[in-house]
Every structure is written in C-alpha cells, then in structure tokens.
C-alpha cells in the first residue's frame, strides 16, 4: 500500500509541475506513458477532483493520446448513467438496434438497472459500472477501473457517450483512449442551457469536447458553434420512432398537452395559464394534459391552480401514458409550453399524426425552424397562445394547411439518413453540416435570449417566494426554501435578499 501511495505521490508531484509550467502536448503525452492511461485517469481525480479539467483539458490538446481515431469501427458501446425512464434512455433503445442492423456488434455500459429499463436485443450485453455521479476520487477509481475492464473484455472500437454533461467526461475520455476506443460524445442536451439555468459552465467544456473523436449535436445552430471552436461537431437528429398518418388531425377544438410535470423546463401551469385566456372569448375549448410530476401530492398542486384559474372543468388530467398516440390523434392542436428543448419527442409525435402546434419560441429546435405547421409565440406569452390557437380554431383551412406542413416536416425527419451521418463520424469524416450564417445567427439571439431570461429581469428572493407560495400553497413553499438554502448556504441567501 505505501508503495502504491508512493508512486501516486510521484505522479502527482509530475501533474503538478506539469499544469503550472510550460510544458503542454508532450509532457502530457509522457504522464500517459509512464503511468499508462487507465492509471492517470482516476489520478488525476485523485489528485486535483474536477474542479481543474478545463485546464488539464487545455494542456493536453495535441497529445498522441487523443489522435483521431480513423480506422473503421466494428464493435460500439453505449455509456449513459442507467436505460429507464427518460429520453435519453429511449432514444439509447431506438438507436441500438439501429446500429445492429447497419452491422455493427454492441455493448450497453450502464451504472444502475432496474425492472423499468427498456427492452434491450438478446445480441446486445448489457454491463453495470460502478456509479460515477457524486462518487468522489475513491468511487471514480472503481468506476474507470471496470470501465476500462469492459472495453477490453468486449474489444470496443468505439464508445459513444451519452452523459456530456457528466463530470468525469474527460478521465473517461482517458479511460477510454488508453484501451483503444475511440470516443464520441452526443450531446442531448442544448449547449447554451447552463446559461438560462444560471450554471458557471456550459453543458459540456469545449477544451474537454475538441479532444474528443467526434460530437453529436441534435441541434444545428449548437453544432455551428462548436465547429466553430474547432470541434469535430456533427449534427444527427434521433432516430425516427413514430409512423406518420395520412391524414391531419379532427378539428373538434381540443388542445392537447404531453410532457413531465416541471415548472422549470416544461412548465404545465403555462398550458392551464393558456386555457384560461381561452376561456375569456367563451369557446367550447378543453384541455387534455397527459403527463405527471411522479408524486400525487405535486400532481394535486397542478389541479388546484386549475381551478384557481377557474378552467378546472376545461382540463383534463389523464397521467403518464407510455405511448399518446391516442391523446394525439383526438386532438386538433399540440400545446407547447417549454422554456427549452434540444429534440422534443413530443413535438414530432404531434406533428406524425398531423397536429398544427403552438409552441413557446424555440428557433433552435429544428422541427419548428423547418415546419410551417408551427406557430411560435414568445416565451411566456400565454395571451399570445391563446390568441394563437383561437386564429387556427376560427379558421378550419388555415388549422388544416398547418397541420399538412407537420406532417411534411415528421416525414422529413422520418427519412432523415441517420446512418451515413454516424458512419461519416465513427470513420472521421468531415463535419456534414453545410453551416450557414442564419445557424450562428440563430444560436447567437439564443445566448441573448437566454441571457436575458436568467439575468435580465432581476425579482427578488421574497418576490419568488410569495409568487411561489400563491401558486402551489405554503407547505410546497416552505419545502422549496429550505432545500434552497440547504443548497446555497444561509450567507448567499443573505446577500441574495439584502443585496450585499
């Protein structure tokens, strides 16, 4: 044991003079060399945590270690944190099979199971990591170490990681190249994201990111701007998962609504908020919301703002249904609330069964860039939502040319060639993204946009509280201020309210 601390002190003494000094690439090169990479990985955890990557990531570009792999890939294993429950997780058990049928051999990496997970192919191992969120150096050790164990044992050319905005991003990355593998990182989520939810970083660092085989982006605009930072960036939308109708949606004057019950991204009081504004031109509209927050309580919270609102007999709330198909093809327009959304399954699903949609402003979602079946207000604008739909109701052959252009756009994206974009990426091919100057515009008004969200229109502590408060009851309130200064300390929330 004091042997092994002995070489770890030594290796950290190196790391150390290494990052404070001039030396770059090659120094870094010759860590890896004699320490190896699968060693290096958890050490440099070990010794610095995470809170230096960006620098370690910046020190090491142009290392022979993260040389682009080139050769053609013919075994690929997907990582993400666990297979239920979530889009990630459905859109990991649509493209596994994909990629079993353009011939490649797979592996599943996951780090927690359950009865829940997705059906997974018979062909397809399935392998449980030691958990790498919030493990702390002792835990990531492990969690590098039967990472590095399973790409050898199942011989991986490729590993396509779903988890960009895991922590450990780069000492898997490390991991990872040491055994040969190349690695590829998709990004499910929006780039810029972190800036609206207030986080000092971006969903993934680009020093991290540019070391990397290649990235996926699900959104244009973000892949224009890290190609831009001299990322191998590639823009490949989900695999298709719908069956597009032939004919549009009944006009029968039902909205409908589909998605998790969360104020933060999805924001379902919007779409009550919506309903009420309806309400005041006296139409027989109703309201169908399928989804759930995963707890009753909360779940309650949402049906007594309906009726705070005065539209609880106009909303109907029908829970999580696995697949709302049925909700869809009852409906005449899809509702679309969301403060962001990278891919939103539920907008294409609404555009295949022929649904005009009326969504919050989101121009970096390429279903809504490319369709005219979706109109978009600003973010927030319940009135102008409903004002939206009213115009699509009071006027039959304006809703049906709308819901006509959905079902063009799901047919694009139905036959979108997914596979040659991932061969082009796994084989090291040149970025396919026919970049234009409306994709850097489009994702320059989102950092404005969402600037402007997070820190443009300042309310006060004690103002969010009451609203809070008002909106789902004291005891709800009270719960969310004392996890919040659990989060942040007594002293910041101090200096929040007081302004000091």
């Not at 092994?4 to 010759?30: I, P």
């Not at 192919?121 to 050790?141: D, F, I, M, N, R």
């Not at 004392?482 to 989060?487: C, D, I, L, M």
């Amino acid at each position: 044991m004091k042997e092994k601390d002995a070489v770890f002190q030594k290796f950290k003494r190196e790391a150390e003079a290494w990052l404070s000094g001039e030396g770059g690439a090659d120094a870094f090169d010759a860590l890896i060399s004699a320490y190896g990479a699968e060693r290096a990985a958890p050490w440099l955890v070990r010794a610095f945590g995470t809170e230096k990557t960006y620098l370690i990531a910046r020190k090491a570009e142009g290392a022979r270690l993260f040389a682009p792999r080139t050769e053609k890939a013919e075994t690929v294993a997907f990582f993400y944190h666990r297979y239920h429950n979530g889009g990630v997780e459905r859109v990991l058990s649509l493209l596994i099979p994909r990629f079993m049928a353009w011939g490649y051999r797979t592996v599943l990496f996951v780090e927690e199971e359950s009865e829940a997970d997705y059906a997974l192919p018979a062909a397809c191992p399935k392998v449980l990591l030691p958990t790498s969120k919030k493990c702390g150096a002792e835990g990531y050790a492990k969690h590098a170490a039967a990472l590095a164990a399973a790409l050898r044992l199942h011989r991986v050319d490729a590993l396509l990681y779903q988890a960009a905005a895991s922590e450990y991003l780069l000492y898997d990355m490390i991991a990872a190249k040491g055994c040969g593998a190349g690695f590829y990182v998709s990004m499910h989520e929006l780039l810029l994201l972190p800036v609206l939810l207030r986080r000092p970083y971006l969903a993934a660092e680009e020093a991290v990111l540019r070391l990397a085989d290649g990235v996926q982006s699900l959104v244009r605009s973000d892949a224009a701007f890290l190609a831009a930072a001299g990322i191998r960036a590639h823009y490949i939308t989900n695999p298709c998962w719908y069956a597009v109708s032939e004919k549009i949606s009944p006009a029968n004057g039902t909205v409908v609504w589909v998605g998790r019950f969360d104020d933060v991204q999805k924001r379902p009081r919007d779409a009550i908020r919506v309903m009420a504004e309806l309400q005041k031109g006296g139409g027989d509209t109703r309201l169908v919301m399928v989804g759930t927050s995963g707890s009753k309580g909360t779940d309650r919270q949402y049906r007594k703002f309906a009726k705070r609102a005065g539209v609880a007999d106009k909303v109907e709330f029908v829970g999580f249904c696995a697949d709302p198909v049925k909700y869809y093809r009852q409906a005449s327009v899809l509702l679309m609330t969301s403060a962001f959304e990278a891919c939103s399954m539920v907008l294409l699903e609404g555009m295949s069964c022929g649904l005009p949609v009326v969504s919050y402003a989101m121009p970096y979602q390429e279903p809504l860039r490319q369709s005219g079946g979706g109109i978009c207000v600003p973010q927030g604008d319940a009135a102008a939502a409903a004002k939206a739909i009213e115009g699509l109701f009071a006027e039959e052959s304006k809703r049906a040319e709308a819901a006509r252009a959905s079902l063009q756009t799901a047919a694009a994206f139905a036959a979108a060639d997914l596979r040659s974009g991932w061969e082009r990426m796994l084989e090291g091919g040149v970025p396919c993204l026919r970049t234009d100057e409306r994709d850097l515009q489009i994702g320059m008004d989102t950092l404005f946009d969402f600037y402007e969200r997070a820190y443009g229109k300042e309310e006060g502590l004690l103002v969010q509280g009451l609203r809070y408060a008002h909106e789902r009851g004291l005891r709800a309130a009270i719960s969310r201020s004392v996890r919040y200064v659990r989060q942040n300390g007594i002293k910041n929330v101090v200096r929040r309210i007081f302004g000091k």
